[in-house]
């Protein structure tokens, strides 16, 4: 192990042996990994990577992490966690499911452990499998819990975040809104919902066809589930939209692809001018609003509503941008999916315009694309530079073009 560990080198060679270290004290050994997330957060990068590690019985796909510390945190307590420091830079490295911001993850992962809190819901659960849906490090994550009495879905969360979110499901869900019914929660940090019918949009969106625009929900229906949302919202957390935040995605873009740190400044410096001085908005809002985040019948029509973390006070535009946004950032990743995203844009689009303030709308679909901008790089897409650029020529577009 050398002794530096720069913890703002956990993406280069020198991360080897930080992963060698997380799994060796377990017996395994790190024959290959790749980087699979990057997050920059506060002078703070959390790593994820995928790795082949060679056990004494058998090789395996293993999840790992690192995050560096500064000065002032405190080494993580988790069992499992490693604390790795040279006496300047400190790191700390796990094995999933040992996340030190997760700790709900190492019960949802314990075979024993699911099967008391499946059998604790009057559920059968014979023949009980898990997968790991998505995972941010120290952030959250999503298993899907398969067993004889059906599927259900455990939302790992800091075990500090977790009852509130528990809070506005039973919100939503007491007002009609679409939302998984949620089973309960745990003190370490699970949120255990029902499965929700339908078909997820974004899954529609990349599914070939003939027709793109076939079995893709009108923007009326769109509208209507917003409409949905209960005043009681606006007695929840103001979040900042994500339009408001360009300038600090601008500035990510720019230290992760200096080529183009000029341009991403520039373009959030003019989302932030045009956003100045205008009222944060009283409606309530999803915060976070796009297609992920709906499932559809056969003919289209949204039967579902997930990821209602974000849900509060705000204004209709970022939710009607966000959604946009994302139609666009959908059809740049992927000449397969452009076809029916861009079907999809031209068909929200129009109605939204009538529905906001045009010139708003546009804004903030920019802003939401800069933050977006930043994806390709994170989830470290192969041509991720290539891809940056191509989302900052869509933000160039937008805001060069009269609504």
């Known amino acids: 192990m050398p002794t530096a560990i720069p913890g703002d080198l956990l993406t280069g060679p020198d991360a080897a042996d930080l992963l060698e270290a997380a799994v060796s004290t377990a017996g395994g050994h790190v024959q290959a990994w790749r980087v699979t997330q990057v997050d920059h957060r506060g002078g703070v990068t959390t ?130 809104v679409p939302v ?53 919202v606006l007695g929840l957390t103001r979040r900042r939209p994500w339009s408001r935040r360009a300038p600090q995605y601008a500035e990510l873009v720019a230290r992760s692809l200096p080529p183009e740190a000029e341009r991403a400044r520039q373009l959030g410096a003019t989302i932030a001018a045009g956003l100045k001085g205008v009222p944060a908005g009283s409606d309530p809002t999803h915060g976070d609003f796009y297609e992920a985040q709906l499932t559809v019948d056969k003919a289209g029509r949204i039967v579902g509503l997930l990821d209602v973390d974000t849900v509060g006070p705000g204004s209709r535009a970022d939710d009607l941008a966000c959604a946009l946004a994302h139609c666009e950032a959908l059809a740049l990743s992927s000449e397969r999916h452009a076809a029916r995203a861009t079907a999809l844009s031209r068909l929200w689009k129009p109605v939204f315009e009538q529905t906001v303030d045009a010139g708003q709308l546009r804004l903030r679909t920019a802003g939401v694309l800069m933050s977006l901008a930043t ?22 577009h937008i805001l060069t073009t009269s609504p």
């Open 180 to 232: 998984p019914h949620s089973l309960d929660w745990t003190d370490d940090g699970l949120l255990v919902l029902e499965n929700l019918p339908g078909t997820p949009l974004r899954r529609r969106l990349t599914m070939p066809g003939p027709d793109p625009s076939a079995g893709l929900p009108g923007p009326d229906q769109v509208l209507a589930l917003l409409d949905r949302l209960p005043r009681g």
């Open 47 to 176: 790593v994820a990577y995928q790795a082949t590690v060679q056990w004494p019985t058998g090789q395996t796909d293993d999840v790992l992490g690192a995050t560096s510390l500064t000065a002032d945190d405190e080494p993580p307590q988790a069992p499992g966690a490693l604390t790795l420091s040279d006496g300047e830079h400190r790191v700390c490295v796990w094995r999933l499911p040992a996340d030190p911001g997760l700790p709900g993850l190492t019960t949802v992962m314990d075979p024993a452990r699911l099967k008391r809190l499946v059998r604790s819901f009057g559920l059968d659960p014979a023949g009980l499998h898990t997968e790991l849906v998505s995972y941010r490090p120290k952030r959250r994550a999503v298993i899907r819990i398969e067993s004889a009495s059906g599927v259900l879905y455990a939302k790992v969360l800091p075990p500090e975040d977790v009852e509130a979110l528990y809070r506005r499901h039973e919100m939503l869900y007491a007002a009609g």
């Open 375 to 396: 994806g390709p790089h994170r989830v470290q897409r192969p041509d991720w530079e290539a891809a940056t650029s191509r989302l900052l020529n869509r933000i160039e």
